[in-house]
C-alpha cells in the first residue's frame, strides 16, 4: 500500500469538535488550561494598569509588550486546543 499523502491523512481532531463551541465557551467544564488562560488575561490587564503609572517610555513598552503577548496566548490557546 503507497504511503498516505498529506492530505489524506485523517485530522487528530474529535468527531464533535467545534473551535466556535470551544471559544465561545459552549463547553460545561472547566479545565486547568482554562485557568491559564484566565491567569494570563489578569496578568495581561494588570501590565496594562501598571503602564500606565510608569514614568520610563522604555518601561511603558515592556509592560504593554507583555500584555499583548499574554492576550495572545491566550487567543491561540483557545483556538488551537481540542
Known amino acids: ?15 464533535g469538535y467545534d473551535p466556535f463551541d470551544v471559544a465561545f465557551g459552549g463547553r ?6 482554562d485557568w491559564a488562560a484566565l491567569g494570563c488575561l489578569i496578568a495581561g490587564a494588570v501590565g496594562i494598569v501598571k503602564a500606565f503609572d510608569m514614568e520610563s517610555p522604555a518601561g ?10 499574554a492576550f495572545g496566548l491566550v487567543i491561540y490557546v483557545h483556538l488551537r486546543k481540542p
Not at 460545561?28 to 488550561?33: E, F, G
Open 1 to 15: 500500500m503507497p504511503p498516505q499523502n498529506q492530505e489524506e491523512k485523517p485530522k487528530a481532531r474529535p468527531e
Open 28 to 33: 460545561k467544564s472547566t479545565t486547568a488550561l
Open 60 to 69: 511603558v513598552l515592556l509592560c504593554l509588550l507583555g500584555a499583548v503577548a
